[in-house]
């Protein structure tokens, strides 16, 4: 038993495992954001569009009496451009972030241009003074001729 528990608390406490959970709980509140834009938001603009038409409530009733079905098909389109709605905010989200993701990528690598020794040509830190490749002496950076 003490095995099996060790197992499980490494198992559980492992990083992916932890990542996991912290996306499924973030998903669970983006997904809460989500659903609430689409029906606070879209969805009566959509109902203005067409008419101020409710398809939820469309329905369909095949027989009747204790027999009788009812193909309630509005709650199933209703339920379809929810999806896509929904769909569609994911994918603005998503590459709102990958643009942001590309700029700072972007922004990183405009930093400092590498140093290379004049002998070597093997990339040097910015202020050395010795080539740690092949122990050439440098000239002095310009930052501290000042």
């Known amino acids: 038993m003490k095995k099996f528990l060790k197992e499980f608390k490494e198992f559980a406490l492992r990083g992916n495992v932890l990542d996991l959970a912290v996306g499924v709980v973030v998903g669970g509140a983006f997904s809460k954001i989500v659903t609430a834009l689409v029906e606070n938001i879209f969805m009566p603009v959509i109902g203005i569009i067409i008419g ?3 398809i939820s409530g469309l329905s369909l009733t095949i027989g009747t009496g204790e027999n009788a079905a009812v193909l309630a098909y509005g709650a199933f389109l209703t339920t379809v451009i929810d999806f896509f709605l929904i769909a569609l905010c994911v994918f603005l989200f998503v590459k ?3 643009s ?3 700029k700072k990528k972007v922004e990183e690598a405009v ?3 590498k140093r290379l020794c004049p002998y070597c040509r093997q990339e ?3 202020e050395a003074t010795r080539c740690p490749h092949c122990t050439s002496q440098l000239d002095v950076p310009a930052a501290e001729e000042e």
Do not use: K, M
Request: charged share 35%.
């Open 96 to 98: 709102l972030v990958n």
């Open 124 to 126: 040097v830190d910015a």
């Open 111 to 113: 930093e400092e241009p």
């Open 52 to 54: 101020g038409i409710d």
């Open 100 to 102: 942001l993701w590309r």
